[in-house]
C-alpha cells in the first residue's frame, strides 16, 4: 500500500474542519501582522509553519520509498500540528469577537411600560 503525501495530507487536513477554519488562519494570519492585530501563542503557529516546510522540502528523515514507515512519519507530523493550528484559530475567533462590539454594555434596566 502505497500513499501519497498528498492524500496524507488531504486526510490530516479534515481534522476538526480545519478546511472550514483556512479562512480564519488567514485572517489571523493578517491581523497578527498589524500593530495592535492578534498575538498568537508563538508554538501554536511556529511548529505548523515548521511542519509545512518539512512537507514540501524534498529532504526527508524517513524516506517515502520505506513502505508504510516512509509516510507514517508525515502523517505523524500534520496529526500533532494540525490540532495546534485550529486551537488558535479557534482562540482567533474569540479574540476576534471580544473586538467587535467595544460599545457601552447594559448592566441595569428597568421596564416601562
Do not use: C
Not at 498528498?6 to 474542519?17: D, M, N, T, W, Y
Amino acid at each position: 500500500m502505497k500513499a501519497s503525501k498528498i492524500q496524507l495530507a488531504k486526510e490530516a487536513f479534515k481534522h476538526k474542519g480545519f478546511i472550514s477554519k483556512i479562512p480564519v488562519i488567514i485572517r489571523m494570519i493578517k491581523s497578527a501582522t498589524k500593530k495592535g492585530g492578534y498575538k498568537p501563542q508563538l508554538k501554536n503557529v511556529l511548529v505548523p509553519g515548521l511542519v509545512l516546510l518539512y512537507l514540501v522540502s524534498p529532504i526527508d528523515i524517513i524516506p517515502d520509498m520505506i513502505p508504510i514507515i516512509g509516510v507514517l512519519d508525515d502523517f505523524a507530523l500534520l496529526a500533532f500540528a494540525i490540532p495546534l493550528l485550529v486551537k488558535e484559530a479557534e482562540k482567533f475567533v474569540a479574540w476576534e469577537a471580544s473586538k467587535k462590539y467595544d460599545g457601552p454594555t447594559i448592566e441595569e434596566a428597568e421596564i416601562i411600560s
